[in-house]
């Protein structure tokens, strides 16, 4: 007859692994998808909202009213942009889109702090440098067409504000409306040729690439944004 133990066995110790038996290690990285729809569709927000009140759709009362909605909606969404675009090493689309979060930003603030319907001189100064320096990312965008109009366009769009603010001339004001309704309508295109171009991993819409689209490189980064 066999007695057998009350007492439960031992755990087993688990030997820590050393030198070759070391499993190695594995990093596992989602890839990053273009932050520029995103961008694009903030722009056309805030352009858009500005340009209804510069043509005169929208009382010039209500001009507060649409710099707190893109402050609030527009300017966040481009910060998350940039930064996106500066993780996915995409140079053009974090310099573009931080630029165009600062402008709308600076602008924004300067409405609401001066509730009248009056012109900045100062704030006119800062749009026409954030035009000049747009344009740097836009130089270095060629690779995508559709992204570098749309960088293009916010440049002129900023310009042309500026013009107004100096002037205070309510002809630049309506110009700089109807470049803004423009400028809206060219960033919702190419918001949704790159949108469609991320879901489907082809062109579906024209984006001007100079290269095709592909997901080879470096693990976690989509070697074209």
């Known amino acids: 007859m066999t007695l057998e133990s009350s007492t439960p066995p031992a755990p087993a110790r ?14 596992a990285l989602r890839p990053l998808a273009t932050p520029l729809p995103l961008a694009f569709l903030g722009l056309a927000v805030a352009t858009t909202s500005f340009a209804t009140v510069q043509v005169g759709w929208l009382s010039s ?10 402050v609030v909606f527009a300017v966040p969404l481009q910060l998350v942009a940039a930064a996106l675009g500066f993780l996915a090493r995409d140079p053009v689309a974090g310099t573009g889109v931080g630029v165009l979060a600062g402008t709308w930003a600076a602008t924004c ?3 609401i702090a001066n509730p009248a319907h009056a012109t900045h001189p ?7 440098c954030a035009a000049a320096v747009l344009l740097v ?15 293009a366009v916010a440049a002129l769009r900023f310009a042309v504000t500026g013009v ?5 001339s309510h002809t630049w004001m309506t110009v ?3 470049v803004g309704i423009a400028l809206g309508v060219v960033a919702v295109y190419a918001a949704l040729a790159f949108e469609l ?9 024209p984006t001007g690439r100079r290269t095709p689209v592909t997901d080879e490189g470096p693990p976690g980064v989509r070697a074209q944004l």
């Open 122 to 128: 100062g704030l006119g100064i800062v749009l026409l």
């Open 14 to 27: 688990h030997r820590r692994p050393t030198g070759s038996e070391q499993p190695p290690d594995v990093v």
């Open 109 to 111: 603030v300067v409405s």
């Open 176 to 178: 700089s409306g109807w």
């Open 61 to 70: 009362q209500q001009n507060v009213v649409v710099a707190f909605g893109v």
């Open 137 to 151: 990312p836009a130089a270095a965008g060629l690779a995508k067409l559709a992204a570098v109009g749309v960088l």
């Open 164 to 168: 107004y603010e100096v002037t205070a």
């Open 197 to 205: 171009e991320g879901a489907y991993d082809r062109t579906v819409l």
